[in-house]
């Protein structure tokens, strides 16, 4: 088990910058792979950006250039610094961390979400 807390969201205006940081509860090398998730009104929850156990990271392609995921194992934690933030990044942004065990079974956890809004 392993449990995660978000922080950094709040409102900023197009064109900013916020830097989001999610803690997880133990040692997140016995993770997988770690991501940030968002999910704006009425939409799907959609994949932002995934960094491995490994370093390898992963943006979705409305973010690369300007979304950055890095993490620091020894501070259990992962980072998304977010520039040149346009309206549409307005959503809740969630943590995930995954477990992969046996064959082909995964755990999925989940933060409880950290408000972004970005205004014109």
């Known amino acids: 088990q392993v449990q995660l807390v978000e922080s950094g969201g709040g409102l900023v205006q197009a064109g900013g910058s916020l830097r989001l940081s999610c803690v997880a509860s133990?040692?997140?090398?016995?993770?997988?792979?770690m991501g940030w998730y968002r999910q704006a009104p009425g939409k799907q929850r959609e994949l932002v950006a995934v960094i491995g156990s490994d370093g390898s990271t992963n943006h979705a392609d409305s973010v690369k250039g300007r979304f950055t995921i890095s993490r620091d194992n020894a501070k259990n934690s992962i980072y998304l610094q977010m520039n040149s933030l346009k309206p549409e990044d307005t959503a809740v942004y969630y943590c995930n961390a995954k477990r992969e065990y046996g064959v082909g079974g995964q755990l999925n956890y989940w933060g409880q979400g950290t408000q972004v809004t970005v205004s014109v």
């Open positions: 133990r040692s997140i090398l016995w993770l997988n792979a």
